[in-house]
């Protein structure tokens, strides 16, 4: 058995009738069966063929809607796939019910082995950073490049901002906080989403609001909602506690892929100082700085995270693509500035600094 294969098990229970997964224009959706797991798959039809591929993935309570504002923004220069993790977004939970970065990781790994798209450009939110960072760390064939926004990669002092989501970890937090909460209505839930996610909330259309309550009433449906909550917000504390190899910040250094590092001045849930550590542990790194993003930089100022990808695969040469021109108008700063065999806007000042480690 290959280092991301699952041990075979039993079928999966059916899943409950529901809203509908929201669909922007431009994009598809479609199921992909693998063993131990069924993942939606978000994509915009590539707009001329031999473009290459890109992944992104989402954070924790999130799905692939989180990054339809960035994908069409990359129309002309990769050809864009955005995963629903397992238990999110339109996805059902996996069978063998590993919600940890690893069996996260192994997810991807094996969406990538059985379509044959790597390497990719993988992009990463929260969650969705850590789980990238080690699928990049072990499975370097994979990945070409990496851009990884807000990651959660381990801190030792973690803001008190932060300190809710941690709580859902422990046993029976979840339940409790449902108990206390059943009675809010989506659009209060959505309020404080978005209040806890965005640098500024007022950023998000009304347009777009409506939609979020949707999917908030959508996903408020699912029964495994909470459970799938607390068991990934405990991988993400779990994988804080791995020392040696396993470490997250351990396989950061073992990363190969030139490395887009984005980070918000605003965010509540990823702390800012982060940013610094974060460049020096990836030895081939640039650096964009979003004094006013907060947690969800793609969905807050996606033409300025786009603009940075597009000067990280030009300087970079990973792409057919490198000479295209930016769009974002992002000031641009020179500065010196778990293991294979277990996985796998406007206004806005940005600041771009590059680093390379031997």
């Known amino acids: 058995m290959s280092s991301t294969e699952l041990p075979q098990a039993g079928a999966a229970a059916p899943l409950p009738l529901v809203s509908a997964v929201k669909v922007a224009e431009g994009e598809e959706l479609r199921s992909v069966a693998l063993r131990g797991l069924t993942l939606t798959v978000r994509s915009r039809p590539p707009v001329r063929t031999g473009l290459p591929p890109a992944l992104y993935v989402h954070g924790l309570g999130g799905s692939s809607q989180n990054w339809s504002a960035l994908m069409p923004l990359l129309d002309g220069v990769v050809a864009g796939e955005a995963l629903d993790m397992p238990g999110f977004g339109d996805s059902p939970p996996p069978e063998d019910g590993s919600y940890s970065i690893t069996g996260q990781a192994r997810a991807v790994i094996r969406y990538l082995d059985a379509s044959g798209r790597g390497p990719v450009h993988l992009f990463g939110n929260s969650m969705g950073g850590a789980v990238s960072t080690r699928v990049a760390a072990v499975r370097p064939d994979l990945v070409r490049s990496l851009t990884l926004i807000s990651p959660a990669l381990p801190e030792l002092r973690v803001q008190k901002t932060a ?196």
Not at 188 to 199: E, F, I
Not at 310 to 327: K, Q, V, Y
Request: hydrophobic share 40%.
């Open 163 to 358: 300190v809710p989501t941690a709580l859902l970890a422990i046993p029976g937090v979840a339940g409790l906080f449902a108990k206390l909460s059943k009675d809010w209505t989506a659009e209060q839930r959505t309020r404080g989403v978005t209040g806890l996610c965005y640098g500024d909330p007022g950023r998000v259309t009304p347009e777009g609001f409506r939609a979020a309550v949707d999917e908030m009433e959508r996903r408020l449906q699912l029964p495994y909602f909470w459970d799938v909550m607390t068991r990934s917000a405990r991988g993400i504390v779990d994988a804080y506690t791995l020392g040696g190899q396993h470490g997250l910040w351990r396989q950061a250094e073992r990363v190969l892929a030139p490395t887009l590092l984005v980070y918000g001045g605003r965010d509540q849930l990823v702390g800012f100082r982060m940013a610094r550590k974060a460049s020096a542990a990836f030895r081939d790194s640039r650096l964009l700085s979003l004094p006013d993003a907060g947690h969800v930089a793609m969905m807050e100022y996606p033409e300025l995270v786009a603009d940075a990808f597009l000067g990280l695969i030009g300087d970079s040469g990973t792409s057919e693509n490198s000479d295209a021109g930016r769009s974002g108008g992002v000031d641009a700063t020179d500065a010196a500035a778990e293991d294979g065999a277990a996985v796998a806007d406007d206004g806005v000042r940005a600041q771009v600094q590059t680093e390379t480690r031997s």
